[in-house]
């Protein structure tokens, strides 16, 4: 029982990692914080299973299309909607993201319907280890978020256009003197960023069903988990989703299902009182 | 080589330049002075394309450069080592060199140019795995200008290089710049220490709230009475009077 929690937990908690990781890329990078994340995630999974249902596709041509979508939708939004107000005080754009998060959301019933649809999981059957009764698609999931947050991690701390995704979102005014062209990172980010939330979105839609709203209870879930681990560094929000993930299923296979919400705000909460950077968060001075 | 003509900068609505000519020639060292607000950082950041000039014009080698994106002159061969020796403090000092050298085509050369980089700078490479906001201030300094450096610049601007270090630092840091201008940079040094910047000066402008108040061959203005009075803190040697 607990192994399978256990699992569970680890491969939810990477999910939420992963959209919490698109977060805190834009986050860091360009002092926005996207709140239509969840929303754009939804609606690139819709287009994924609008290519499997409407257009015979099978799961990984979809997935594929659907990164690709992802990536445009990415940079559509921050080159149209965020770079020509990106000067504007923090609420000003606090304001924008949730704008579009309400336009997405809207477009996405307009286009798609506001009926709930069952959305196949990678794999499917079970697994058992000794006792443990473990779902295939949740080992795969948890190998497949290992390996893309590994990926990413990789490119941040080696390559030329990670260092510079760095050093932008340390000071943006000097990485321009060093010849950066800061938009093209902010480009950059938004696109990883959104490719990151269709994949959270895609695998996490077989347990909640794909409807216009499916995200937003893991948009929130993704806040935790970036809180919780700090919204400073790259490293927290993976420690952070994973702990929320392994908390709230232990949480919901002991006392109850229907608290996870609650559990994610009251964590929040909690975690902002004791520590507010976070469980790995540094400290940093505001950004000139 | 790099030409200011009748520049005119501001940041909102406040006009910090009114309207200054400078000329550099290639190798020269040229020193800005001037007193803090002066206009000397505003210049820099004109020059490097972070603010548009509102008039005039900026000429490098024989080509107009004013209003172009900081990247492009980058890669044209003008660097900045920003004020308050702004590295990034958690990146370790080898990923900030790499960032210098961020906009260089030939990169089977970075090996090579990092080793020159360490030969200016030696503490560098004990420290090269170091995150950079460790350092010492006058390390940081030094990572400043050998982050620039990595850019290879034609011209090489620093933004006051002695901020806030211990004069034996100064000395150390001054005597690099020099050397590094014997190697064949042109540097455009902005400082408030008029005693340091003239002593390896060639030439040197004044700033006085915007505006170019008096130029001339550094050894001139080392002798110039109003200098000495206003700039080079009167009598007692090695004070720095703003």
Redesign the interface.
Known sequence: MLLQQLISGFATGGLYALAALGLVLIYKTSDVVNFAQGEMAMFSTFIAYTAMTSYGMSYWEAFILALLFASALGFIVERFFIRPIQNAPVLSLLIVTLGLMMIVNGIAGWVFGFETHSFPAIVGGELKIFDAVISKSNLLTLVITVFIMGILFYMLKYTLAGIAIRATSENPTIARLMGIAVNHVYSITWVVSSILGAIAGMFIAPTTFLDVNMMSSVLLKAFTAAVLGGFTTFVGPVVGGLILGVLENIASGYISAQLSSTFAFALIVIMLWIKPTGLVGQKVGKKV | MLSLIDIESSYGYVKVLKGITIEIKEGDIVAILGANGAGKTTMLRTI?G?LKPSRGKIEFMGERIDGK???II??KGI??S?EGR?I????SVL?NL???A??RKDRNNLSKDLDMIYHYFPRLKERQNQIAGTLSGGEQQMLAIA?ALM?KPKLLMLDEPSLGLAPRVVKEIFEIIKEINQEGVTVLLVEQNARQALAIANYAYILQTGLVVMEGKAEDLKNNEEVKATYLGGKSPGSNVN
């Open positions: 490097s972070l994106p900081p990247e980058v890669s660097v900045q920003p702004q990034f403090p958690s990146l990923e790499k960032i210098g961020y906009t982050r850019a």
